[in-house]
Structure formats: C-alpha cells, structure tokens
C-alpha cells in the first residue's frame, strides 16, 4: 500500500525545494540534503521492511526514507498548515502535493546514498542490503525462504520477525498469519516440514494482500500511512487484538501474552504449540 501509494504521487516529479525543519530528521545523510535532491527527478518508489526508497533519474542515487518507530510520509497541498511533528519538506518544480516526512519521536530519517546491485539484478541502497525480500516481491525466492527457516533453531513468530529472512510481515501479521495456519509462534522452525512452511507462507501472502486492498483508498486522501501497522486492516483481524473474545473459528478465547517486547494473540485450541 505505502510503496505504491507513494509511487502514484512522486514518480516522475522534480524536486524543487527541501525545507529541513528539524536536524535529527536527516543525521544520516552525508553533507547537505537540499544540494543532492534539487532538480532531481524521481525515477520510481521501492519498499523492504521499513525502509522505502526513490531512485533519482541518472543519478545512482537514491532518496531513502527509514520509518523508525513513528515516521510517515504525507502527501500534502502546498497550502495545508504544517503538521505538529513536521521534520522535513520536499516541494517539487509542478507546484502539486508537497512530500511530507513527519515523525513524533525523531527515530526515523531521510538520506541520499548510493545504489548497489542485488542478487536479482535490481538497485538498492547500501543500507538496505541486509533486509530480506517480502513474500509479495515478485523476486521472492520460495526455495530459499523455506530451507533457511527450517533450519534455524528458533520460534517460528521469532523468525517471522527477523528481517533478514522476511521483511513486511510485522507483528500484526505475524500472528494473523500463524492464527490462519493453525501454528502457535512459540513452535520451532524445524518442526515444519516444507508443505507446513508452504501453507504459512500462503496463509501470509493472503493476509497481506487482503491488508493492501482495504487500504488502498488511503491515498484518495493525499495522505500516505508508511507507519506498517496502521488500523486499516483491524476490522478484519481474528487474533491480533481479539483477546478475551471468542476464536471465530473454535469458539475458544483469545489469549495475549509478551513476545519480544510485543505482544502475541492466539487461540489456545486452534494454535497448540506442538
């Protein structure tokens, strides 16, 4: 949703102007952000995790934006008041929707950095080569995915997690996913065998797909949510945030429990962890 929402608003638009309203916002570029983004055209908008990224034309450059705990990217008409925690500001040369970067606690950030090839003949930046692939990136490898998870010697909710083997999935889908293939997050990963790791891997195709197409309209709005778990799928959520309710499968309740400095929802009949 995020990747292409953006993609609709900025591909093929000049950047104009940079309004740096807040230093934190853009520690990790090297030198001046304004001098390495005006008049330069935005090629296209890639996603891993929660990072996204925007090839400038000709360049071998890219703008990078990392999400932290709270960033968001906004679309905005250029007479629309400043948001509260406004940190930096992209105009572009046809005077439409301004690109907005607003982020509560500063975690997050903007960057310019070079592009390096990856293992399927694409560009990413430097910084996000070690994130893996999401299962929806059409370079996804099945093949791949399935033996390294198998092979580690942790919970499976722990792995889902690990974005150096999967990026995208996130809490939320992590445990919508585990609830619709019936597996308990504290089960090991070499307990699957590879139809069992097949089966959860569609089970989290599905549950991502269906979360894109209930939030497309977001960007009707002019308003881009890259936060990964926003509340546009929750009405549709059968684990995650359901505890004390009854499994809409078994009729058994939902229990919620500390994972990780998160939290797990699962369904104690449907989800046994052996």
């Known amino acids: 949703m995020v990747r292409r929402g953006l993609d609709r608003w900025v591909t093929g638009r000049t950047v104009s102007g940079v309004d740096v309203l807040h230093a934190r916002a853009v520690r990790r570029h090297e030198g001046n952000i ?3 983004l005006i008049g330069e055209e935005i090629r296209c908008v890639s996603r891993r995790g929660k990072y996204l990224w925007m090839p400038l034309n000709g360049t071998g450059t890219a703008l ?3 999400l932290g705990m709270s960033g968001q990217l906004l679309m905005q008409p250029e007479d629309a008041p400043d948001e509260a925690h406004l940190r930096v500001r992209l105009r572009f040369a046809d005077d439409g929707p301004q690109l907005r970067f607003v982020d509560q606690r500063t975690f997050g950030g ?3 950095t070079p592009l390096s090839d990856d293992d399927a003949g694409g560009h990413v930046p430097d910084i996000v080569g070690h994130i893996a692939r999401d299962p929806l990136d ?3 490898d099945e093949q791949a995915f399935e033996a390294r998870l198998r092979a580690r010697d942790t919970e499976i909710k722990r792995a889902l997690l690990d974005q150096s083997l ?3 999935i996130g809490n939320i889908y992590a445990d919508e996913s585990l609830w619709r293939a019936g597996l308990h997050g504290r089960r090991r990963t ?12 569609g089970h989290i195709r599905a549950v991502m797909t269906e979360a894109l197409a209930q939030g497309g309209t977001s960007f009707d709005s002019l308003y881009v949510n890259v936060n990964g778990e926003s509340g546009y799928f929750d009405r549709s959520l059968d684990a995650y945030g359901q505890e004390g309710e009854p499994c809409s499968r078994c ?3 939902i229990v919620r429990e500390r994972f990780m400095n998160r939290s797990s929802a699962f369904c104690p009949r449907c989800q046994p962890i052996t």
């Open 64 to 66: 990078v934006a990392h």
């Open 166 to 168: 999967v990026s995208g």
């Open 138 to 140: 059409p370079d996804f």
């Open 34 to 36: 304004g001098v390495d």
């Open 110 to 112: 903007l960057m310019v």
């Open 251 to 253: 009729g058994s309740i």
């Open 190 to 201: 070499g307990s699957l065998d590879r139809a069992g790791v097949l089966d959860l891997l």
